[in-house]
């Protein structure tokens, strides 16, 4: 075991069995299979619903039997990201964790930090016989980092606690009690092929910083879809381009890191090509500096074909240029909170399935208005492109609760343990806590978690000491 010296150790083995269970978005069926395990095999009150959302009840500690209970939340799945060398299938191989004692990260893939250590969280206070807590009632829901599926499909009128803790944030003495809400929108083009003949090509676009769209959207870092379509219609001022295929991306709500083409040009134009990528890519290094300074951009040519089966050149131009003309990244900062994006939206996925090109965009705002408003402009520009446009995936924001107990208590708590108050604050990230407090009337929600540096992408690193901290903090607040 990689994690077995890490304090807490129970947190820490917990973790470490989560991280060896495959658990990407849409594969969750193994790890809530283990979920189920772990509460039958301690004969703790289960269920697991249709969409393999697990709630397990935990009666209160000796002393606490009578008191109310609380409900511990994260969810199960993760934004499976690894290198392009990683030798990994990540629909059916585990983590390869490891640690300097200070964090903890995987080998070539994303750690899936958010949210295994909510799961760890629960499962150490679950198989705990000497913590002090009111009874318990952990839910933990599937498919969050693809559009909150489960939290939207989940039954919670079993649950008798109006108090929720969600353990879905990543920075340690930050209090969330406020989101955004958000939406997949999905732009289809069905492109007919032509057998074209020229050279071969391929552009590979990497090292980009990629993150988490919610977090990290303000920083201005390189969107790998947005490059890779740019740099291709800024050939097409040297030679026609006929387009094979495009993708890039692993989830619509992580910022592409990488993206890649195929597609055929003349077979004389290999030179003017080289070069107009390589003045494209010295463009992007000027224009990303000290925002995404390692971006690169790779050409290959794979050498002459005959009659390939390609988009014709107005198809692909028509298709690159949609690329690039839907918005992307920031687009209003809040009035009222210094610092916090007020809407955004982010091309996280481009795929390529025969005569189908795929674009897969995440919306996020805190004024719901502006999130349809932004919605209704992709369905514009998307339809005047010939794109089919559907939406999927709706969440409603988290509206601050400027009368909660729950925050008071954990402010105390925290101010006791540490001689200082945390900061409370919103988020332009989506959290669960929306969804769930539609389906509890008078819900009181708050989110917290330890350090976690760069979710979403295979730079993903959990502090050690932090986790620590929150475990500590956790159990306080129970207490």
Not at 449 to 461: K, N
Request: charged fraction near 25%; glycine fraction near 10%; aromatic fraction near 6%.
């Amino acid at each position: 075991m990689a994690l077995e010296n890490l304090q807490p150790a129970s947190v820490f083995k917990f973790f470490e069995e989560i991280c060896s269970i495959p658990h990407g978005s849409g594969n969750v069926d193994m790890i809530s299979d283990y979920l189920v395990k772990f509460a039958s095999d301690r004969n703790l009150d289960v269920t697991q619903d249709a969409e393999k959302n697990v709630i397990i009840k935990a009666p209160g500690s000796k002393g606490y039997e009578d008191k109310e209970p609380v409900i511990l939340q994260g969810h199960m799945d993760m934004v499976a990201v690894k290198e392009p060398d990683a030798d990994i299938d990540m629909t059916r191989d585990g983590l390869k964790v490891t640690t300097d004692g200070e964090y903890v990260w995987a080998e070539g893939t994303s750690l899936g930090g958010d949210d295994g250590i909510a799961v760890a969280y629960c499962l150490a206070l679950l198989d705990s016989g000497d913590i002090p807590h009111p009874p318990l009632e952990v839910v933990i829901t599937t498919n969050e980092e693809t559009g909150m599926y489960g939290a939207a499909a989940i039954d919670l009128s079993g649950l008798k606690s109006r108090k929720l803790i969600n353990i879905d944030n990543e920075e340690e003495g930050v209090f969330i009690v406020s989101c955004a809400g958000g939406a997949r929108v999905y732009s289809e083009l069905e492109l007919p092929r032509e057998k074209v003949s020229g050279l071969k090509c391929r552009i590979l676009v990497r090292d980009l910083l990629g993150g988490h769209s919610g977090e990290m959207i303000k920083c201005g870092r390189g969107n790998a879809n947005i490059i890779a379509a740019r740099t291709l219609l800024d050939a097409l001022s040297q030679t026609g381009v006929n387009l094979i295929s495009i993708k890039g991306g692993v989830a619509d709500n992580a910022i592409p890191s990488m993206a890649s083409a195929e597609f055929i040009i003349g077979a004389d134009k290999e030179d003017d090509v080289k070069k107009s990528v390589g003045t494209t890519l010295e463009h992007l290094k000027a224009e990303l500096e000290g925002k995404d300074d390692n971006v690169d951009i790779s050409f290959e040519t794979e050498g002459e074909v005959s009659d390939e089966e390609a988009f014709t050149l107005y198809d692909s131009v028509r298709l690159l240029k949609l690329i690039c003309v839907y918005p992307d990244g920031v687009q209003a900062m809040s009035a009222q909170v210094e610092g916090l994006v007020e809407t955004s939206l982010n091309l996280g996925i481009l795929k390529t399935d025969g005569n189908k090109v795929t674009i897969e965009q995440s919306v996020r705002s805190s004024v719901e208005s502006s999130k349809a408003f932004l919605i209704d402009k992709l369905t514009c520009i998307g339809e005047a492109f010939g794109a089919k446009v559907s939406v999927s995936g709706r969440y409603p924001g988290w509206k601050y609760n400027s009368k909660s107990e729950l925050r008071e208590h954990m402010v105390s708590v925290y101010r006791k343990l540490y001689g200082k108050d945390p900061k409370v604050m919103a988020i332009h990230a989506g959290l669960e806590c929306g969804l769930l407090s539609e389906k509890i009337e008078g819900l009181d929600c708050i989110s917290i978690g330890p350090d976690m540096d760069d979710i979403h992408s295979t730079s993903e690193r959990l502090s050690v000491k932090s986790a620590a901290n929150v475990w500590d903090f956790l159990k306080a607040c129970l207490e």
